[in-house]
């Protein structure tokens, strides 16, 4: 049973333009959100996280929205770039769990 | 440098054998993470440990041993490789700051298992 959805395998969007990946999630009990960027040949880098106690969270280009009662959040990247290229996935955790369940994972292409 | 790194980055090997995977982090970090890497399955957890000499099973830990002697290395043993365990295998580390703490990862091993 996947707890953690990414339901688009890959996005193609325009430079300049806005890239929107989604995640879906079924266990109720996590609190905790995490986007990671991965490059080919190059392990998982964290890019941006939220708390279910907040509904955004923003950094730079990238903002992170959830909507809890969906068990859905998103991954908002404006204006999208060439280098943005790469697969990004989507993880959760809750209460005093270290663990992390990762998404597929989506792999988003920004053509110049 | 500071940071967490992984050895073998690449390893060819056959049915049968054993083979351990290095994972080496030098923030003194608590908790340490195995996953593997799968086409249409994402990261998933093998094993992972919350100090030295404190491991737990993962989502995925059937065909696989860690030990954890030392805090900073983590490492991973295929005790009787399969064709099923060819994978990209990532470490990973964290604070033990509370669990809303990213997980750093390694650069990964590419394993093959012919």
């Known amino acids: 049973d996947q707890q953690v959805k990414q339901n688009s395998p890959s996005l193609s969007v325009q430079e300049g333009r806005i890239s929107i990946l989604n995640c879906d999630y079924t266990n109720s009990m996590f609190d905790y959100f995490l986007w990671y960027k991965k490059y080919p040949a190059e392990g998982p880098t964290f890019l941006i996280s939220?708390?279910?106690?907040?509904d955004k969270n923003e950094d730079g280009r990238f903002t992170v929205f959830l909507n809890k009662s969906a068990k859905h959040l998103s991954l908002h990247i404006v204006p999208s770039q060439p280098g943005d290229s790469a697969v990004y996935f989507c993880a959760a955790s809750g209460g005093s769990n270290y663990k992390l369940t990762f998404g597929k994972g989506t792999l988003l292409t920004v053509n110049p | 440098d500071a940071g967490i790194t992984q050895s073998p980055r690449y390893k060819i090997t056959e049915t049968g054998r054993q083979v351990t995977l290095m994972c080496h982090q030098t923030?003194?970090?608590?908790?340490m993470f195995w996953y593997r890497q799968d086409l249409g399955h994402g990261l998933r957890l093998i094993y992972y440990?919350?100090?030295?000499?404190?491991?737990d099973k993962g989502e995925v830990p059937d065909g696989y041993v860690v030990s954890r002697s030392k805090t900073e290395n983590f490492p991973l043993t295929l005790e009787s490789a399969t064709r099923s365990q060819t994978s990209v295998y990532f470490c990973a580390s964290t604070e033990d700051r509370g669990p809303h703490q990213p997980q750093h990862f390694g650069d990964g091993t590419r394993l093959s298992i012919l």
């Open positions: 939220i708390s279910s106690i907040k």
């Open positions: 923030w003194s970090h608590s908790y």
């Open positions: 440990s919350a100090a030295a000499d404190i491991t």
